[in-house]
């Protein structure tokens, strides 16, 4: 007899869970160009339609409304459905919604169809997290997971660098036909080449003829009729087990550091596009500018990874965010070109994107097998208040600040998750 999490811990890692891998990485990808080009569109958008900037953020809002609502119903339902079955379905729905929001001719039509885009994101990021989770052993399942999380700041860069060309060659509708039509084929890569969590079907589905054929691509000459999963990994739990005194800490620090993490990313998003156009950036400059940070994050997330496999999460996010922090409040004093401004945000986006990463991570191990996608998707659904609220409060700022004070003023939440991260105790990590 073999239980599956010392089976997977025991091992090299097999070409099946490489592929999990690069599966659930390529959905990252598209789910952090979709995020993205939101904002990316909205100056090219306001000129075609003869409206102020400031005008869009209901439109901005909507998606990140979405994303809660799929983050806390849709992703939940991994617990229940199967993780790659909800992953697969979320990618659809964003990449219906992408191709849609370029049918738009109003902001009611953007607002609703971002609206949809953010349900299938939503639904996307908690359940490929869970996904890769499950697959990795433990030795280095945080790094695994962050790099695979990374695909979502590499995906926002890849929207920057894409929209010159696109807007070039089309109008705004342009962007998000190839956000769309990229989502839908990440949903049909991902349905083709990518099992079904393992520990999910041991837990839930013991007698699945699926179980078989993914033990002979993870451990061909392991016997399946001997593997089996721990009871109480698989026991039954409800999402108020988040909050049950074993959990309760560790869910609420969790739920702070997303909040006040997503509003520095959602700030950053939805409006730094507009900031550095008011601060008299050209077209491209800002296009690429607006990026930087998401191309840190990606380097970010891979370096503070390994801090947190080789010392402890806690180091890893307050060092990500006090790199942030600094980096903010450098804005302030600093001339705000482009050359000024370049190395600063990649550094913002270095400690923000890259500690964003970890904390995903970190979510994933903070609970067992049958909360996993509940306590992720949760999470991510609280954030959304820092996230729905960014481009609200951003709005507002941006008619009343100069560009340097607009994303200066970041530095408080900053210091908060900074705060905040030194609280992590490495005992909570769920193994």
């Keep these: 007899m073999t239980e599956v999490t010392q089976l997977i811990d025991q091992r090299r890692i097999s070409g099946l869970q490489l592929r999990v891998l690069a599966v659930c990485t390529l959905a990252m990808l598209f789910d952090g160009y979709d995020i993205q080009v939101m904002a990316l569109a909205v100056p090219s958008i306001a000129g075609a339609w ?13 998606s990140l409304a979405g994303m809660g609502l799929g983050s806390g119903f849709i992703a939940p339902l991994g617990d229940r459905l199967g993780r790659k079955r909800i ?3 979320s990618l659809a729905l964003a990449g219906i919604g992408a191709v849609a929001t370029a049918w738009s001719n109003s902001l009611t039509d953007l607002a609703l169809w971002r609206f949809v885009t953010g349900l299938g994101i939503g639904g996307v990021i908690a359940n490929a997290t869970t996904l890769t989770s499950e697959y990795m052993p433990q030795r280095k399942r945080t790094w695994l ?3 695979m999380y990374v695909g979502v700041p590499l995906g926002a860069f890849s929207a920057g660098i894409a929209a010159p060309a696109l807007l070039n060659h089309t109008d705004w509708r342009g962007l998000f036909y190839f956000g769309g039509a990229g989502s839908l084929l990440a949903a049909l890569i991902s349905w083709a080449g990518t099992p079904e969590s393992l520990k999910f079907m041991l837990a839930k589905r013991p007698g699945d003829p699926r179980i078989a054929a993914i033990l002979k691509g993870l451990a061909p000459e392991v016997d399946p009729g001997g593997v089996f999963i721990e009871p109480e990994i698989a026991r039954k739990r409800s999402v108020l087990d988040l909050l049950s005194n074993e959990y309760v800490a560790r869910t609420l620090l969790l739920w702070l550091i997303y909040v006040f993490n997503i509003f520095i990313i959602y700030m950053l998003t939805s409006w730094l596009p507009t900031v550095l156009t008011a601060a008299g950036w050209p077209r491209d400059q800002v296009l690429v500018g607006a990026v930087l940070n998401q191309i840190g994050g990606v380097v970010g997330g891979v370096l503070l990874s390994l801090i947190v496999d080789k010392y402890s999460p806690k180091l890893s996010l307050a060092a990500g965010y006090a790199i942030c922090a600094v980096a903010l409040g450098l804005l302030l004093v600093i001339p705000s070109s482009f050359a000024n401004w370049a190395a600063l945000l990649l550094l913002v986006g270095f400690g923000l994107s890259g500690a964003q990463a970890v904390l995903v991570a970190i979510a994933a191990a903070f609970y067992p097998l049958t909360i996993r996608a509940t306590g992720v ?9 820092g996230a729905i ?16 004070e607009a994303v200066g003023l970041l530095v408080i939440p900053a210091l908060v998750c900074v705060a905040a991260s030194l609280l992590v105790r490495k005992a909570w990590m769920e193994r």
């Design 389 to 404: 609220s960014a481009p609200l409060i951003g709005g507002v700022i941006i008619q009343r600040a100069a560009p340097a």
């Design 87 to 89: 992953m697969v379905a």
């Design 377 to 385: 998707g949760v999470a991510v659904t609280v954030g959304r208040i």
């Design 145 to 147: 997971v962050t790099v």
């Design 50 to 62: 003869g409206i102020k900037p400031s005008s869009f953020s209901w439109a901005l809002a909507a």
